[in-house]
């Protein structure tokens, strides 16, 4: 109880300074969303427009900080991030409720694969060190993670969607297709994540199997595996249950802190396939100097890669006992 009670209390801490920080950086630059917006519409700014929008933003310039700060906090516990600057007049959590399932289904999906597969070819590789396995399957993945996202989406793009013909390359799902809780939609979904999900794929599991494999090569000389191989045991059993199991402990915290960072998605992927991710969702928000939309997606991405992070530290307590008491 103490470990969880230590690491709540460092969540509720980490999570108030996030807010804070989310707070104070846009009221540090100079403007506002209603000044940037009468900007953009490159006319006379007039007092009682100014006014309006500033009314329609949430924008008091009469407060006091500390009342700002509360009011703030107390939007934030209701979900109220203000209206959007780029999608006028829609609130901005309505707007990322829309980008977060894209996100969540492509890039969610593509991580947990990613872990998966390279966590178990990292696995394999350490076990059979040495072999013709190990030797080439994780240069060849280390190599290919090591390029750039979007330059891998653009050679797939342009492999199997401009030469072949195979698969589409843009956006979502088909424009002409109306949306609908139909098997077809739900396949043409399915064909329009098969690009972006490979990009991810082939540049996230390099990363994986490096790290499984250099856990595995420290445990698989630990007592306890030379035990398990002295009492007879089949060799699939003392790799997954005793070697592997304890190999992949290290790795739960940085597999948290990616699905943390589902949420932001994979901003160039979505950027090159044109996915309506809160990714690309994102880039539109800098772009178009949203500050409403950009704070609420960086508050977004922080609360969840923190709360990933607790979650790892309580899956490691469970799993491995003796960091409780080393923490």
């Known amino acids: 109880m103490r470990f969880v009670a230590r690491r709540v ?13 989310n707070f104070l950086i846009p009221r540090l630059m100079p ?4 000044l940037a917006m009468m900007g953009r519409l490159r006319g006379h700014i007039n007092p009682a427009s100014l006014h309006a929008l500033e009314v329609a933003f949430g924008i008091n310039t009469h407060q006091s900080l500390i009342s700002s700060y509360f009011a703030y906090l107390n939007n934030c516990a209701h979900l109220n991030f203000g209206t959007s600057l780029l999608y006028f007049p829609q609130p901005v959590s309505s707007i990322v409720a829309k980008a977060l399932p894209w996100s969540l289904g492509l890039v969610g999906i593509s991580t947990i694969l990613g872990f998966v597969i390279g966590t178990a070819l990292g ?6 060190r040495g072999g013709r396995f190990d ?4 240069p060849i993945f280390i190599v290919v993670s090591a390029f750039p996202y979007f330059w891998i989406g653009l050679m797939l793009i342009w492999l199997f969607g401009l030469t072949l013909n195979w698969l589409p390359y843009l956006g979502g799902y088909t424009e002409t297709v109306t949306p609908t809780l139909t098997w077809s939609f739900v396949f043409n979904i399915l064909d329009h994540s098969v690009l972006p999900a490979a990009t991810i794929l082939i540049t996230a599991i390099g990363g994986w199997i490096l790290t499984m494999r250099n856990n595995m090569i420290t445990v698989v000389a630990e007592d306890y595996v030379k035990m398990g191989r002295a009492k007879g045991l089949k060799p699939r059993r003392v790799l997954w249950h005793y070697a592997a199991r304890n190999a992949l402990l290290p790795n739960l915290t940085g597999f948290a802190m990616s699905l943390g960072f589902v949420i932001s998605g994979a901003i160039l992927v979505e950027y090159v396939f044109n996915y309506p991710g809160v990714g690309f969702l994102l880039l539109q928000a800098v772009e178009n100097e949203d500050y409403p939309l950009m704070q609420a997606l960086f508050l977004l991405i922080t609360v969840t890669v923190l709360f990933a992070i607790f979650v790892a530290d309580i899956a490691t307590a469970l799993l491995d006992p003796r960091t409780r008491n080393s923490s």
Request: hydrophobic fraction near 65%.
């Open 135 to 138: 030797s080439v399957m994780p």
């Open 9 to 21: 209390g460092f969540l509720l801490v980490a999570l108030w300074a996030a807010l804070t920080v």
């Open 123 to 128: 696995a394999v590789s350490a076990w059979r």
């Open 31 to 34: 403007g506002n969303p209603a």
